[in-house]
């Protein structure tokens, strides 16, 4: 039998400060490659849109791996749509169907949570969020499971949208994202951006921003000056130089040679060779950045978890689907 867990159910089965507990034993247990031979493929539709598969998601000790599938449509609500395969490893045994959106907001929004707790000062209380959908949600609401936040400010291109988070979660809505920078000690953005929206000039010492949006080639929130100058985490080297800021940094003209460039992509830390230890510098007046691209074993991380505790409390329906 397969179980079949909708949003709702989902809803039931997550809880932010233990998905972030499972998404930080991943990191850990793959900061030195034991996620296998993972790939992320993005196809281009002839609508407007993309496809996107994530491919195979495992885990050291797990026994089970994942087939993510997503639909992406920018002018859609929601914007993302699909279904995550779980299967088992034993025999591919098709576990359970969830909905994708739900997950990868989830693991989107709680590990960029974790990045940003890890790599921004212990004293930053403020925080600013630019895009104000479903992963700023989560980054915030993970980020308060963290460390106490004093305040917080939003912009999005939809004024109403960001009143509303705004209303939310106490806070303030801005016009423009460089007002979010002017106050926030945290920026967190999760836009569809396709040209830089904050530059070196709108950045400050210790300064910390995690950047979402640069998940795909072309997509870009933060300038290259302002990537450069910062010190840049990734969360894999590989994708984010085939998918992400790297890339975009190596295909940005002869000055990418720099000390963040392409050219030394090896030199990048990832966020799991910090959370092992591998951080040698202290906390500095440098800007850092946090810049995901996603990876499949995060979904199955979350899946894994949410499957356990239905599996326990009987949450979703289940069907035969070789019947």
Not at 151 to 173: N, P
Request: contains cysteine; negative net charge; proline residues 7%.
């Amino acid at each position: 039998m397969t179980r079949v867990l909708a949003r709702a159910d989902l809803l039931k089965l997550l809880e932010p400060r233990r998905c972030i507990e499972v998404l930080a034993a991943g990191f850990r247990a793959t900061a030195h490659g034991g996620a296998g031979g993972a790939r992320r493929v993005v196809a281009e539709l002839p609508f407007p849109g993309t496809a996107t598969a994530l491919i195979p998601g495992t885990l050291p000790g797990v026994p089970a791996y994942t087939v993510k599938v997503n639909a992406k449509f920018p002018g859609a609500a929601p914007a993302l749509r699909g279904v995550v395969c779980l299967h088992g490893g034993a025999d591919g045994e098709l576990l359970a169907l969830m909905d994708s959106a739900t997950v990868t907001s989830w693991r989107t929004g709680l590990a960029a949570a974790l990045g940003t707790h890890t790599l921004a000062p212990p004293d930053a209380r403020t925080v600013g969020v630019i895009g104000a959908g479903a992963q700023a949600e989560l980054m915030v609401r993970g980020l308060r499971a963290l460390r106490d936040l004093d305040a917080l400010v939003v912009q999005d291109v939809d004024a109403d949208r960001a009143r509303a988070f705004a209303a939310r979660h106490g806070g303030r809505a801005l016009p423009t994202p460089e007002a979010v920078a002017a106050e926030a000690d945290i920026v967190l953005l999760a836009t569809w951006s396709r040209a830089p929206l904050l530059d070196l000039a709108d950045a400050r010492p210790a300064q910390h921003f995690t950047t979402l949006g640069a998940d795909e080639p072309g997509k870009l929130e933060l300038s290259p000056g302002l990537l450069r100058a910062a010190r840049l985490v990734v969360d894999d080297r590989e994708l984010a130089d085939a998918s992400g800021v790297l890339g975009s940094l190596r295909t940005d003209g002869p000055e990418a040679d720099g000390p963040e460039g392409a050219d030394e992509v090896s030199g990048v830390l990832t966020l799991g060779e910090i959370l092992m230890g591998a951080d040698r510098l202290p906390h500095s007046d440098t800007p850092t950045v946090y810049a995901p691209v996603g990876l499949p074993w995060q979904d199955l991380a979350l899946a894994w978890e949410a499957y356990g505790v239905a599996e326990r409390d009987g949450v979703g329906g289940e069907v035969d689907l070789l019947a």
